[in-house]
């Protein structure tokens, strides 16, 4: 099927851009985040298209007065991936790689705004991350993250925020590939064996650089995909950090992170380190990930929209809450330097991981 992306020179094979070969897991994502100086508020959104399974989903959360909102979008797709907007909410494309805008209006629900996206340094290709269980690929995708300034204003209910007025900064990444989406498959991989993933993601900003790293481990520890990163000018590439370790400490009983160092080396051998403080975090489940009902992909309908709060006091610490991403204060020391800045650490640790003490499916630290 022709659509309007095929009048643009973008074709990657001899067929319509509408065709994205057998696999039905195919996603192709945007992600944001922003944050207010002091992490007192917070938003985030995603947009993703599912080209084999015709769907598109999208999602805000508002996190405002210790509450998280959660306003989630669906429609069918209709095969035009162009059509970026879902419901009341739409991601503009303005300048590629460089502005974006996020907008939502949704009056029954009480919420309307618009969220200009302007990069502070260039984008970032992560390494392609592919996973398998067993014969069959699990995950197969190539992301891109980039750090950046907002402006605009957020109306809810009676309150309005200007992010004119106070300094919100962000990070977005872009993904795309093959992930699991939809409803999961009617005949597992056998013999059935319990899963086991570790995501830790971190992208900060301060107020001349950026850093951004992340680890996907094994059961052992072990780093299948890591990549650290710091980028201290708009017109240079990112310098890649090496030699990355990390280490965790996690609050009593759980697998939220309490206390997180982080140290590498430039490639000129001087030693980089990161102490990072998570301050609250968010549900992820609000954006639909692992979410029961509204899981990235699920049909719901021609257009379909839902509202719910979380109090964030209350943690469950179960699914689908186990991922997260926790605002976190930043301090970075190299030499006799220390600068203070603001980020993120999204956590996901499902299954056994030997360092942090986890032994079964959703168990705690001692």
């Known amino acids: 099927m022709l659509t309007k992306a095929d009048d643009y020179p ?10 994205v070969g057998t696999e039905r897991n195919f996603y192709d994502r945007y ?17 993703c298209v599912y080209p084999n399974l015709n769907i598109m989903d999208g999602s805000f959360v508002l996190v405002i007065d210790g509450e998280q909102h959660n306003f989630r979008y669906s429609r069918i797709l209709n095969q035009e ?26 009056e029954d629900k009480g919420i309307v705004a618009e969220l200009n996206f302007e990069a502070r340094f260039s984008a970032v290709q992560e390494p392609r991350m592919t996973i398998k269980n067993g014969p069959r690929v699990s995950m197969d995708s190539t992301r891109m993250t980039q750090h950046g300034n907002w402006s605009g204003f957020i109306k809810f209910k009676d309150k309005k925020i200007n992010l004119n007025e106070n300094k919100f900064l962000g990070s977005r990444d872009r993904s795309w590939g093959i992930r699991p989406v939809g409803q999961p498959d009617s005949q597992m991989l056998v013999p059935l064996k319990a899963p086991q993933f570790y995501w830790l993601w971190a992208p900060a900003n301060f107020q001349d650089f950026s850093t951004h790293v992340y680890f996907v481990d094994d059961e052992d520890g ?4 890591q990549h650290s990163v710091i980028q201290e000018s708009s017109d240079k590439e990112a310098e890649v950090l090496l030699n990355t370790e990390k280490k965790t400490e996690y609050l009593k009983g759980t697998r939220r992170i309490s206390n997180l160092e982080i140290k590498s080396q430039r490639k000129d051998g001087s030693e980089i380190s990161l102490i990072i403080k998570p301050k609250y975090h968010i549900y992820m489940c609000g954006l639909g990930y692992m979410h029961p009902e509204w899981g990235h992909g699920f049909f719901k309908g021609e257009n379909e929209s839902s509202y719910d709060v979380y109090k964030l006091n209350e943690d469950p610490h179960d699914p689908p ?20 800045g603001i980020g993120v650490v999204e956590q996901l640790f499902i299954g056994p991981h030997k360092p942090s003490g986890f032994k079964e499916l959703f168990d705690g630290s001692n």
Do not use: C, M, W
């Open 10 to 19: 973008i074709h990657q094979l001899p067929t319509p851009i509408s065709e």
């Open 81 to 106: 991936r162009l059509d970026t907007k879902v419901g009341s909410l739409e991601i503009k494309i303005i300048e590629p790689l460089h502005k974006l805008q996020v907008s939502i209006e949704d």
């Open 222 to 225: 072990l780093p299948t995909n």
């Open 321 to 340: 809450y186990l991922h997260i991403q926790a605002i976190s204060e930043f301090s970075f020391f190299e030499g006799s330097q220390t600068k203070k």
């Open 31 to 47: 992600f944001f985040n922003g944050y207010s100086h002091d992490g007192e508020v917070f938003f985030a959104t995603a947009l």
